[in-house]
């Protein structure tokens, strides 16, 4: 069964800071990988997904991440954070229905002045 | 196009009651999908529906139940509610591979 890991609970930046968010899968097959923000009290908005073909992939807000299939990792970064990047990130793995989509326990990421 | 929408937004239920939730899917979607969040961590797979059918189902109890309405709009009820059901429960909806969630329906269980 597929799964997600997320390392890191908590992380802060300064603003203008490069960020990176780490995400490690377990899929048997070639996994969908999605990265969602959540901000408090709210939904979830996709920022970027991977289904196949170029392994970088851009997303909104200035986000990327790099799909790397030898470390099963899925990391998502940002060259430099904007205070109003601070919220709450899940990476997920899914299935081409997207049923049982399996998430990650999330980062919480904070942006100092 | 209004997206995901979820009704209602909060929610304070009693022990033991029942609990119906809302979901109307993005335009042209046709597969919904519903999460639970409790709160610090990441949203569990509750069951997804498509064609009214229940399609697959997450680690849940039968206390949770859903429906799938013709026009795609979705219901999740949860029968007598304990304590630990108290949760952000969350409605996607769905074309393919790509989910589109809603704002959540905050439930309280006192």
């Known amino acids: 069964a597929q799964s997600v890991t997320q390392p890191d609970i908590h992380i802060t930046v300064s603003e203008g800071a490069s960020l990176e968010l780490r995400c490690n899968y377990s899929?048997?097959?070639?996994?969908?990988l999605f990265w969602y923000v959540q901000s408090p009290g709210q939904g979830l908005q996709l920022l970027l997904k991977?289904?196949?073909?170029?392994?970088l992939v851009q997303g909104i807000k200035g986000f990327e991440a790099e799909f790397k299939r030898s470390q099963s990792s899925f990391n998502l970064r940002k060259p430099s954070v904007h205070w109003s990047d601070a919220a709450e990130y899940f990476c997920?793995?899914?299935?081409?229905?997207?049923?049982?989509?399996?998430f990650g326990a999330g980062t919480r990421l904070t942006v100092k002045p | 196009d209004a997206g995901v929408t979820q009704s209602p937004t909060h929610l304070i239920k009693t022990r033991g009651q029942q609990v119906t939730l809302r979901c109307s899917p993005k335009?042209?979607?046709?597969?919904v999908s519903w999460y639970q969040q409790a709160l610090g961590q990441g949203p569990q797979f509750i069951f997804q529906?498509?064609?009214?059918?229940?399609?697959q189902r997450g680690n849940f109890p039968d206390r949770f139940s859903g429906h799938q309405f013709p026009n795609y709009s979705s219901e999740l009820n949860v029968n007598a509610l304990l304590l630990g059901d108290s949760a952000l429960y969350l409605c996607?909806?769905?074309?393919?591979?790509?989910?589109?969630f809603g704002q959540g329906t905050r439930l309280t269980v006192v």
């Open positions: 996607a909806s769905s074309l393919g591979v790509e989910a589109f």
């Open positions: 899929y048997g097959a070639t996994p969908y």
């Open positions: 991977y289904f196949s073909g170029d392994t």
């Open positions: 997920a793995v899914g299935t081409y229905n997207n049923n049982d989509m399996r």
């Open positions: 335009s042209g979607h046709d597969t």
């Open positions: 529906y498509y064609e009214e059918e229940e399609r």
